[in-house]
């Protein structure tokens, strides 16, 4: 552990500092720090690593709390490890001995189903058997899918761009995300659409997102927020980028997407949503701005009002809690799946003992 | 009663009766026709046998067809007409005198001030006539002929504020009004027309063939299409049988699926109808002025063993609640559901809801 701490103290740094934010770029340095972590340390029990990612995991979340996505990466990696150690519990129980053992179904399933939840399985294996060598290399192979996965969460969302977007469609966006941005994109070089993007004040990320997509020859239109309901009737499709995505199906997104889902909600307008499952949390949003932050206020009422600023309470939040009931599907890079399904998601990517990092 | 005219009742009753005289417009103005005949041709000069004259003749017509509401709004609104004349009339030769009417001769025609003021039960008050009152009732009615003439005018004039360029309109079953109002939006704007068959009667293909042979791009899609082409349109227009006091409508049938789909989309519902459809009754029973047809054009004979098994019904309407309508453009321009109690109050009254003979 003290051969990282410098590498360590770097990444804590930058996220405090917020020289490093946007869930994609946190994500991928998060999973590159554990990667050396872990490969680097003297370990030897399940509980000895776990503790090691864990202390890892919570001063990283503790440097940016709102960057959910330092956090799934951490917990994705945790339950990697249990994974691993589970699997080499149950094979060297059963080459060691016949006796009855509680993991008989283990050994069939290499992925943590539905199964496990009903079987008695104990979530922290014995620490007393002995591992096979490979282990630690299993275990670092298994991250480097992950990191794999990270790379490649682009070209798993586009691919299914066409099946979604159909000619002469009018499609809405809001705020500038890069997934969004190469799903419609990727859909442009097959069908010919519009896209009308709401320009996201006070940040105006949706000024840049228009003039990329122009330059991929998408026909664009930039609308300001205010007109979003007023030209919903005419739209028929909703496509949204997030920050993060809740347990409960609810996003964290940029400021001005729950108006944009309740105008497509009351005209029935499918609204979806490209996210790389990194994004995914197993948090729940138990207030509704649990995860919100906010910005300088100087960009919504600026300090020249003089006079007003004395009386008035001026906020910036960053993004919006969209419920969700607001949302129709959900398109990752595991395929395109509706809220209901996220919990599925969940159960298989993250372990119920790594909600809190505690040691 | 004369023998004259007691034979064209008995003539214009056997028609209703034998449903050889069928559709709003055609019964409202044989009904005036014959109003006309009755009032001018009779010996009257109390206003309770001029009322009671025309009562058992609305009655009488009534029963040969009770559910052709125009026939009952056309008989109220003559009554209504005959009533404003007398109190007229008794206004101006009583003004001298202490009497409620005092504001009555600023007041031709019944408004709001009249339901609050004292007016008395009614009919004993109206005991003078005058030589110029019964030209003037019966140049009254003959107003109301006009309006029935110009009914398509007045509507059709409004077509170009409602439809704009590039737009996709659906509509359902044929009508005259719905027919007129869209061929003249097209002498100036272009767009579509999705017309849904309604089966069984399959008047809707009928609708298509008149507004292809105008000029009007149209698409007929089955009933069941309805829904799923819902998204794309922007408005919807309909015509109706009959329109009941609370804004509800009696329309063919298939129209309160539209009007469903409609209004899951947010997408505006525009009915057009002349004012000779407004009913002043309340439909206490959603079926209250339905008719059922021949079940052969649903299930047909030839399914022999099946027709034993099943009840196989034919209603020719549909009730449509007034929470489905947008808005109703008449003759007398556009009016929200909300406004039609006072168009009821202004055009017929309360003493006339049944054609029980006045004491």
């Not at 959910?68 to 060691?96: D, M, T, Y």
């Not at 066409?162 to 002469?168: A, M, V």
């Not at 409960?248 to 729950?258: D, F, K, M, Q, R």
């Amino acid at each position: 552990m003290s051969k990282n701490n410098e590498l360590v103290d770097d990444l804590v740094a930058k996220l405090k500092r917020r020289q490093l934010v946007g869930s994609s770029a946190v994500a991928q340095a998060t999973l590159k720090l554990l990667i050396v972590v872990i490969s680097k340390n003297n370990w030897t029990t399940c509980n000895q690593l776990l503790n090691i990612v864990k202390s890892v995991g919570q001063r990283l979340v503790q440097a940016n709390p709102t960057e959910l996505a330092v956090g799934n990466i951490v917990r994705r990696v945790l339950h990697v490890i249990r994974e691993e150690f589970r699997e080499a519990e149950s094979s060297a129980q059963q080459s060691s001995a016949k006796n009855q053992s509680e993991f008989h179904a283990a050994p069939l399933t290499t992925s943590s189903s539905m199964y496990n939840l009903l079987g008695e399985t104990n979530s922290i294996p014995d620490d007393n058997v002995q591992y096979s060598s490979s282990l630690r290399s299993n275990i670092i192979q298994e991250i480097r899918e992950i990191k794999d996965e990270l790379e490649n969460i682009y070209d798993s969302i586009k691919n299914q761009a066409s099946l979604q977007i159909h000619s002469n469609e009018i499609i809405m966006t809001i705020g500038r995300s890069k997934t969004v941005e190469e799903f419609l994109k990727m859909a442009a070089v097959k069908r010919k659409f519009q896209v009308l993007v709401a320009e996201s004040a006070p940040s105006y990320s949706g000024q840049d997102m228009a003039v990329e997509l122009s330059k991929a020859g998408i026909e664009t239109t930039v609308i300001p927020d205010s007109a979003v309901f007023a030209v919903m009737s005419r739209v028929n499709k909703v496509i949204l980028g997030t920050h993060a995505v809740l347990a409960n199906g609810g996003l964290v997104a940029i400021s001005g997407t729950h108006m944009m889902a309740a105008a497509a909600k009351h005209h029935s307008i499918p609204v979806v949503v490209c996210t790389g499952l990194y994004k995914l949390s197993p948090l729940y949003p138990y207030d509704e701005d649990s995860f919100n932050v906010t910005f300088n206020p100087d960009s919504v009422l600026g300090f020249e009002e003089g006079d007003l600023i004395d009386k008035v309470t001026v906020t910036n939040p960053y993004y919006d809690y969209v419920s969700p009931d607001f949302v129709n599907l959900f398109i990752t890079n595991q395929g395109g799946h509706p809220p209901s399904y996220l919990y599925r998601l969940i159960v298989e990517n993250y372990d119920p003992n790594d909600h809190t990092f505690d040691l």
